[in-house]
């Protein structure tokens, strides 16, 4: 067994880590370079939020290489190792509305929130469109200040894969491991496992090495 003096202290991991990055550093410092830029402007991000009042929070080595617009009274969460790429626009409409991104994830995408949208940890999100509303009712009277306007929650799996020009939808439920492919408009529950596809998106196939049959969930 271990004992207490054998174990690495907290000090000396983080030596230790430290020393690794530095060694990957020196073999690689354009993109050193560019790591360290996009760790300031994450840090710059949640100052800049943090002194306008803006309900924002990252957590450790939050990375911004693209742009970030933060709007709106709601929430927006970001755990550990969340990475901005391109555009991206997480927007609450109310003060109820959250945005939670796991960790690991990378992320490109605009959102419309007003009451929930979550998406797992590991994930990989393209330059989609993410939203729980429709915003203006479906109905002919929809200029009618009574006309409903449909809201439902919408919730990413873990180590999802959403690509280019996606649309998910409100009320959509992505199963973890699924793959959500070019352009597909997603409006409903999908199981975990499978590529979805099309407009509007239905189960394709599952992902390789797959162990769930997604025969029966929404083929046709």
Do not use: Q
Request: proline letters at 6%; charged letters at 20%.
């Amino acid at each position: 067994m271990e004992t207490a003096a054998e174990s690495p202290s907290g000090a000396s991991m983080r030596a230790l880590s430290l020393r690794a990055l530095s060694r990957r550093a020196r073999a690689e410092p354009r993109r050193a370079v560019v790591i360290a830029i996009a760790l300031l402007k994450g840090f710059l991000y949640r100052a800049y939020y943090r002194v306008r009042g803006i309900r924002f929070r990252a957590g450790r080595n939050f990375r911004v290489y693209g742009r970030l617009s933060i709007r709106g009274p709601g929430e927006v969460i970001f755990g550990d190792n969340v990475a901005v790429f391109g555009p991206t626009t997480p927007w609450t409409y109310t003060r109820e509305a959250r945005i939670v991104v796991g960790d690991n994830v990378n992320l490109e995408a605009r959102f419309g929130c007003v009451r929930e949208i979550v998406i797992g940890r590991d994930s990989l999100i393209g330059r989609c469109n993410i939203i729980d509303t429709d915003f203006h009712s479906t109905r002919a009277d929809r200029r009618s200040p009574n006309a409903p306007i449909r809201v439902a929650p919408v919730h990413i799996g873990t180590n999802t894969w959403i690509g280019h020009n996606a649309g998910i939808l409100p009320g959509t439920r992505i199963g973890d491991n699924s793959v959500v492919s070019f352009g597909a408009v997603c409006a409903r529950e999908y199981p975990p496992n499978v590529i979805i596809a099309g407009n509007p998106a239905k189960v394709a196939g599952k992902i390789p090495g797959a162990e769930d049959d997604p025969a029966s969930a929404g083929t046709s």
